[in-house]
């Protein structure tokens, strides 16, 4: 399974698949082993050195579907996040990291670097300008996620690498939300692409895993520091998790229709006063996500209209999820204010331009028409609410 020329289907289903060469079985079979022989192999295997069978067969398929030369799985996708990082940022460098960033990404930089001795900084905004300002003579990374959480805007991938390019600083993308099926950044000259597996890769709301893709020469940094570190992924979840790949392009491409559709419908719906999609023609970055994107992801948030309780809202939903996580093949909702971005003040979400009414909304395969008579009917019963009030 060495050709570039494969289907999106066809890497998902079998790129990197383990051959049962005893038993011809028609899935890669699990190998548990946490000791192998070392006798006459040149390579010693061991789940912490990221090389049993079933971790070197599905980092092929991660680092195919990133156009990538190498790929790496972990136990998470912030195992993933922080072994990236710290391979590639040593005590006196600097760090430039974009404006709004995963929750979990920002704790790190902000509770972990300062006792390594590394610098950041992060952006003011999203544009050219942002970044270069942020530079210092000793930036050696720039870490950019798009699209963002939870307003969905867009960074401009060849516009960071081309940045980076001219002064030796390596990329790197969060790339969870969009997933590979969306968005290829190495395409776009990014360096290395990092995921949370948990999220589209997963996406059945059952795995913890993270995923890192880029270059041979790059992934041997990686590489040395993550057996340091020690963050591998057990070989049962990896086999799991190659299970859950074979249908991540049918599961995101069933996500981004029916986000768009969802998305249109609340765009025009009385209850609903903003949309953020980057798939609509209102969205502030929608000629850039047509750029740099294949589609446009399960993940959209709204501001509902000042009059309704967007907690009232959640709580009266019955077949969307209140839930924390996203990407999942069921739909789920969260009330930032209360979840991803309860510990800011009042006036920094203001400034990231978090609505106290903005709902993040990840679209899932449920058929739309059932998703809409959900929102309808949890509209009803807010509203009937209101109504007994001022009566
Ligand atoms: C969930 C998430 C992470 C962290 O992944 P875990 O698997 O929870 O460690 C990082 N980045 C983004 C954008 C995420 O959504």
């Excluded at 999106?8 to 038993?23: M, P, R, S, Y």
Aim: aromatic share 8%; net charge neutral.
């Amino acid at each position: 399974m060495k050709s570039k020329n494969l289907g999106i289907n066809t890497i998902c289903l079998h790129v990197g698949e383990v051959e049962d060469k005893q038993f011809k079985g028609a899935i890669s079979p699990l190998y548990m082993a946490s000791s192998y022989a070392y006798e006459n192999v040149d390579i010693k295997r061991y789940p912490r050195y990221f090389n049993t069978p079933n971790q070197e067969a599905l980092s092929k398929k991660i680092a195919m579907l990133e156009h990538a030369e190498a790929g790496l799985i972990f136990g998470s996708g912030m195992a993933a996040v922080s072994t990236t990082m710290l391979a590639f940022l040593n005590s006196g460098d600097h760090v430039v990291l974009q404006k709004t960033l995963y929750g979990g990404t920002f704790n790190f930089v902000t509770e972990e670097f300062e006792k390594f001795g590394i610098e950041y900084t992060f952006t003011e905004g999203f544009a050219e300008n942002d970044f270069v300002s942020a530079i210092k003579e000793n930036t050696k990374v720039i870490f950019i996620e798009t699209p963002s959480n939870p307003l969905m805007l867009i960074t401009d991938l060849e516009m960071i690498s081309g940045i980076a390019k001219k002064r030796g600083i390596v990329t790197m993308i969060d790339n969870t939300f969009a997933s590979p099926i969306n968005q290829n950044p190495i395409d776009f000259g990014i360096d290395i692409c990092i995921h949370s597996a948990t999220k589209y890769m997963g996406g059945h709301s059952d795995i913890c895993a993270g995923a890192v893709a880029a270059s041979d020469e790059h992934m041997q940094k990686i590489w040395n520091k993550a057996k340091n570190l020690g963050g591998s992924l057990s070989d049962y979840t990896v086999w799991l998790l190659e299970r859950s790949m074979k249908t991540m392009a049918l599961r995101v491409k069933a996500q981004n229709r029916n986000a768009k559709k969802m998305a249109k419908w609340l765009e025009k719906h009385s209850m609903v006063a903003k949309v953020y999609y980057p798939g609509l023609k209102s969205h502030p970055d929608y000629e850039l996500a047509k750029k740099q994107m294949s589609g446009y992801t399960g993940m959209l948030s709204f501001e509902l209209v000042a009059e309704i309780d967007a907690q009232k809202f959640t709580q009266a939903l019955r077949l969307v999820k209140p839930s924390m996580s996203l990407a999942s093949v069921e739909s789920t909702i969260v009330l930032p204010l209360k979840t991803s971005h309860a510990l800011l003040s009042a006036e920094e979400r203001l400034h990231q331009g978090i609505a106290d009414g903005l709902l993040r909304f990840s679209v899932g395969i449920e058929d739309k028409k059932d998703l809409m008579a959900d929102f309808e009917q949890a509209f009803e019963a807010v509203t009937k609410n209101i109504l007994q009030k001022s009566n």
